[in-house]
């Protein structure tokens, strides 16, 4: 198969290198120069583990190349794939849908034969008919079909989430569209994972509804943590607890700072506003954003608490920014609400993570950057552990605990446990979702 991926964002170019490992030939189109030169040379523009290696192997094969030339990557490919932004539209919440539909009606001046031009973006319920309207007025001669193919994959985990998906999910308008995505797919057909083939606006509202539905569940585990810690009990064998329950599972049940990245915020957001304009308020999500917000609030309070209810001249150590390990991805990280108010308040911040930095440095203004936990630590009057990178998980604890002025740790990620921790010479350890009864 011939496939044109445009887009060469996160989505896009994991898709298009995973694509061409199948064996397919993909030709990744960027409007960017400078990511398609960067690409052309060999270098990945995002961190994700894999994705250098799995990229140079298939360039090598050629069978995966990087272009500007939209018109040229689309003449001729079975399956054009548009992968671009859809960012929350500033003001109302929707997705912005411009980058999407400019690429739909570029794809369709390229048509020359028969495509099918498939929205990998998250895009609202009904969009898949809208491409579908703009192609064909673009060009009315075209020969094709549209097809919705959500994304499921979690950044630091994006090529075994593609090469061994829970589920695929297509959205076709014909027979036609079906047996060429079964062609792309065929791979993972063969190995049993599961491809659901259904109408567009299904595939459409899956997309949305597994991100909220994901998104509440960890939003009720931090209820129950923030419960737990007046009312008593801990939320790890809460979570334990109920999670052995076949119906409820175990998976996304680790009370944290709350959740932050690209997809959930974005996503709840477009639910939400898709609720309401179909005068079908989504409340349970609309609970969710909110709930999400004062979690990362109270995150604060229990920082606030560890130097003694005053940031004020007080030094802490953050390790980790990035919404979670194994990404340089800043997007809504709880760190972008949380290390803000400490500044605020007058707190000293020195910040370690493997990835964040490139990013985070516009993004944090006023906090020290630094190499090494331990250095982080030094005369430090609290460590805050903000991201459970596994750099941080096996820290010699008495070595941080002997450097610091007052050796106070603040576990946003419960990496560590109480017992642990105090038996290692710090004097206090505070995690989440735990009663002191
Ligand atoms: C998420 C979904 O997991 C993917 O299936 C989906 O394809 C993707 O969004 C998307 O829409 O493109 P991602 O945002 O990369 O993937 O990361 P997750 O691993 O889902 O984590 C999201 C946030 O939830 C992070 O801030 C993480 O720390 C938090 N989280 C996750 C928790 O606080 N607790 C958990 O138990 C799990």
Same mark, same amino acid.
């Given at each position: ?20 490992? +199948? ?19 060999? @270098? ?107 994304? +499921? ?6 090529? /075994?989430?593609?090469? =061994?998906? /829970? ?15 079964? @062609?792309?797919? =065929? ?29 509440? &569940? ?28 076949? =119906? ?11 959740? #932050? ?13 898709? #609720? ?17 917000? @004062?979690? &990362? &609030? ?24 990035? +919404?979670?390990?194994?990404? /340089? ?27 964040? =930095? ?7 203004? #006023? ?37 610091? &002025? ?18 290692? #010479? ?9 009663? /002191?009864?």
């Amino acid at each position: 198969m011939r496939i044109a991926m445009i887009g060469t964002g996160y989505v896009g170019l994991v898709s298009g290198v995973c694509f061409s490992d +199948f064996g397919h030939d993909v030709v990744c189109v960027d409007k960017s120069e400078r990511k398609i030169e960067m690409l052309q040379a060999g @270098e990945v523009p995002i961190y994700e583990p894999g994705l250098d290696v799995l990229m140079a192997k298939n360039v090598s094969a050629g069978r995966l190349t990087f272009t500007t030339d939209l018109a040229s990557a689309v003449d001729g490919a079975d399956a054009v794939f548009i992968a671009v932004g859809t960012p929350t539209r500033r003001g109302d919440g929707h997705a912005d849908l411009t980058y999407v539909m400019a690429a739909a009606e570029e794809i369709a001046q390229a048509i020359t034969e028969y495509t099918v031009v498939v929205t990998k973006s998250t895009v609202p319920v009904g969009t898949n008919r809208k491409v579908h309207a703009v192609v064909s007025a673009a060009n009315p001669k075209a020969s094709f079909d549209v097809a919705s193919n959500p994304e +499921f994959l979690r950044e630091g985990a994006a090529i /075994d989430d593609f090469m =061994r998906p /829970d589920r695929v999910v297509v959205g076709v308008e014909s027979e036609r569209a079906a047996e060429v995505m079964a @062609e792309i797919y =065929r791979p993972l057909y063969l190995r049993d994972f599961p491809i659901l083939t259904t109408d567009l606006e299904s595939a459409e509202m899956i997309k949305y509804a597994a991100n909220a539905f994901l998104a509440t &569940k960890i939003t009720f585990i931090n209820e129950i943590a923030g419960l737990c810690e007046r009312a008593g009990g801990d939320v790890k064998e809460v979570a334990r607890g109920i999670g052995l329950d076949g =119906r409820i599972g175990n998976k996304f049940l680790h009370a944290g700072p709350g959740y #932050g990245g690209s997809c959930f915020p974005k996503d709840t957001a477009a639910l939400a506003r898709i #609720g309401q304009d179909h005068a079908h308020p989504m409340q349970i999500t609309e609970t969710v954003i909110r709930v999400n917000d @004062e979690v &990362k &609030k109270r995150m604060i309070e229990k920082i606030r608490e560890a130097c003694d209810d005053n940031f004020n001249g007080k030094t802490v150590a953050v390790l980790g920014v990035t +919404f979670k390990p194994n990404t /340089d991805d800043m997007r809504d990280a709880p760190s972008l609400t949380i290390v803000p108010a400490l500044i605020g308040g007058g707190a000293r911040v020195r910040v370690v993570d493997p990835q964040g =930095r490139a990013e985070g440095e516009a993004l944090l203004p #006023g906090v020290e950057w630094l190499d090494d936990p331990y250095a982080a630590a030094a005369e430090a009057d609290v460590v805050v552990l903000l991201t459970e990178w596994n750099e941080f998980r096996a820290l010699n604890l008495n070595d941080l605990a002997e450097t610091m &002025k007052s050796a106070r740790m603040v576990d946003l990620r419960n990496i560590y446990s109480s017992a642990l921790v105090l038996g290692s #010479g710090f004097e206090t350890y505070v995690g989440v979702g735990v009663g /002191d009864h």
